[in-house]
């Protein structure tokens, strides 16, 4: 079985001061690894994802992702954020030959000006 | 180019009654999965559907609850004689079933919140 630790459900930060978001997982399996973001009232959008190759995957708006293995962490970090990037974010795993994501329970970003 | 339209935005039931959602896919995608978010939860995985056919619906509660993606027209996710506790946003994703490095990219939709009196 698997799951999605994410252990901080609120995380504060100034506009233009670096973020990092936290996500571990467990697997019994080789997994794909995945950030969402949900902005209210709409639909998840992937803002990047690790399937294989360089641990260090960038994504849309700045974001990137370092994969480690033997912490089984993939933390998502952007120097320098903008209000918009209020959001709530979704780390989320894929076993290999599934189609199924397993979701962490998700960071909520509020950026003040 | 349109995404994965669902409908309706916002659904009220009082207890007893029956929800459908409905979920259209991207244009050309053929694979359709349907997750519930709880209050202050993460999403869950309910169902994976290919068109007439479900492939994996290990997320989906034993009684109730049932999915279908005929061949022609939307998917729909029913639920039988709603209880407060199917309160929550489900959402659905779609995707063309072919895999590039090994995964489908799931496509969401801006979900139905379900609310039950």
């Known amino acids: 079985a698997q799951s999605v630790t994410q252990l901080d459900s609120q995380v504060p930060v100034f506009e233009e001061a670096p973020v990092e978001l936290r996500c571990n997982y467990s697997?019994?399996?080789?997994?794909?690894l995945f950030w969402y973001v949900q902005y209210p009232n709409q639909g998840l959008q992937l803002l990047l994802k690790?399937?294989?190759?360089?641990?260090l995957v960038k994504g849309i708006n700045g974001f990137e992702a370092e994969f480690n293995k033997s912490q089984t962490s993939f933390h998502l970090r952007k120097p320098s954020v903008h209000i918009s990037d209020t959001a709530e974010y979704f780390c989320?795993?894929?076993?290999?030959?599934?189609?199924?994501?397993?979701f962490g329970t998700g960071t909520r970003l509020q950026v003040f000006p | 180019n349109a995404g994965v339209m669902q409908n309706p935005r916002h659904l009220v039931r009082r207890r007893g009654q029956e929800a459908r959602l409905r979920c259209s896919p991207v244009?050309?995608?053929?694979?359709v999965y349907w997750y519930r978010q709880l209050p202050e939860e993460g999403l869950k995985f309910m169902v994976y559907?290919?068109?007439?056919?479900?492939?994996?619906e290990s997320g989906m509660p034993k009684e109730r609850f049932s999915a279908e993606f005929p061949k022609e027209g939307p998917s729909i996710l029913r639920i039988q004689q709603v209880v407060r506790g199917d309160s929550a946003a489900y959402f659905c994703?779609?995707?063309?079933?072919?895999?590039?490095?090994?995964?489908?990219?799931?496509?969401f939709g801006p979900g139905t919140r379900l609310t039950v009196l």
């Open positions: 994703a779609s995707s063309t079933g072919l895999t590039s490095g090994g995964h489908n990219e799931q496509f």
């Open positions: 697997s019994s399996v080789s997994v794909y």
């Open positions: 690790y399937l294989s190759g360089s641990t």
């Open positions: 989320a795993v894929s076993p290999y030959n599934t189609d199924k994501l397993i």
């Open positions: 244009k050309g995608h053929s694979h």
């Open positions: 559907l290919q068109k007439e056919n479900i492939i994996d």
